[in-house]
């Protein structure tokens, strides 16, 4: 489906009934019956899950696979598979600023990301009814990947000069993996910066704001969009960064409240997303308190014209389908 994203934007706003958009895909293993680690290694099964989930539910968009480890195994980083969970990264990857300055920037085509792109061509050629959103990794959160989640928080303070290195390659990775996505027919990008979350509002602004606008810059037109996700605790007292980076619309985990954190501070052309929890409320909860759930969250954000009803990240492989429906029911029904 090519069409003008900035428009579709636009169509988002507005009170009452909304299509919600999830970050939904990884469930799709029970509705085909195969693993997580089938799943990542086919694009013909992840372009059949992303259609199997658009026939399942109806959102307003289809979104791929958060697997947030695929950018970082293209660049030597050990990735931990299962049947059943998303991958992981295991250790550390780089571990001082030798190492950062002899780090390669990785093709488009290692590793799994050919499979990536691949499946988005696929799934665009059988979801036609809505926009096809690829997934991928923001820049901090990837060079985290390679630091270590932990370690880069003190690298900041410690050898920033060896951490903007590394963001600057991890940035030249990310721009030309969402051009492939574009040329493949994906109408845009979720980028997941979770990690960016973690910082204080002035590392945040040095070490992942100005990377993402880069690649916001790179890659954004009328034809396609990037949407920018952080489901880090820290994200109201960095919103004004966040906003600077000019994606098209923020998604926001269940870590803040939507109202209070986001909707009363963020301008109301401003689209935002989320944020029921996925894994304590879609993964854990019955069908009853997923309804209560997202009752609560409809009566506190409904009310905002920019608001799009989603979950806080992406929702774990072996959810429910029944608590997955009872969310789209509550939205659909919602009064």
């Not at 499946?119 to 990794?137: F, N, Q, S, W």
């Not at 799009?308 to 029911?329: H, K, L, M, R, Y």
Request: with cysteine; glycine share 6%; charged share 20%.
């Amino acid at each position: 489906m090519k069409s003008n994203m900035k428009q579709w934007v636009e169509s988002l706003k507005g009170t009452g009934a909304k299509k919600p958009i999830p970050v939904l895909s990884f469930p799709c293993v029970s509705l085909l019956g195969v693993t997580v680690r089938e799943l990542l290694s086919d694009s013909d099964l992840q372009a059949k899950g992303m259609k199997a989930v658009a026939d399942r539910v109806d959102a307003a968009a289809s979104v791929s696979f958060m697997d947030l480890s695929v950018e970082a195994e293209c660049f030597g980083a050990i990735v931990t598979v299962s049947d059943d969970e998303v991958p992981s990264i295991k250790g550390r990857f780089v571990n001082d600023a030798a190492e950062a300055e002899a780090l390669t920037v990785p093709p488009i085509g290692s590793g799994r990301t050919q499979i990536y792109v691949d499946a988005i061509r696929k799934a665009t050629e059988l979801i036609t009814d809505r926009p096809v959103l690829a997934g991928m990794i923001g820049p901090f959160s990837l060079s985290a990947r390679l630091l270590d989640v932990s370690e880069i928080m003190m690298d900041c303070y410690d050898d920033p000069d060896m951490v903007h290195t590394v963001l600057e390659k991890a940035t030249a990775f990310l721009i030309s993996y969402a051009k492939a996505f574009k040329v493949a027919g994906a109408d845009g990008i979720m980028m997941a910066e979770p990690v960016a979350g973690l910082l204080s509002p002035a590392l945040e602004a040095a070490f992942s704001a100005p990377y993402v606008k880069r690649i916001v810059d790179a890659v954004q037109d009328d034809q396609f969009l990037l949407i920018y996700h952080n489901c880090g605790d820290n994200v109201p007292m960095m919103l004004d960064s966040i906003l600077s980076t000019g994606a098209a619309a923020y998604h926001f985990g269940n870590a803040v409240d939507m109202e209070r954190d986001i909707l009363s501070k963020i301008p109301a052309d401003t689209v935002v997303m989320g944020n029921i929890d996925p894994a304590g409320v879609l993964r854990m909860g019955t069908p009853t308190s997923v309804r209560k759930a997202t009752n609560d969250l409809m009566d506190a954000c409904a009310k905002y014209p920019n608001f799009v009803p989603s979950s806080g990240c992406d929702i774990p492989p072996q959810t429910p389908w029944e608590n997955i429906d009872a969310f789209f029911e509550a939205v659909r029904w919602y009064e």
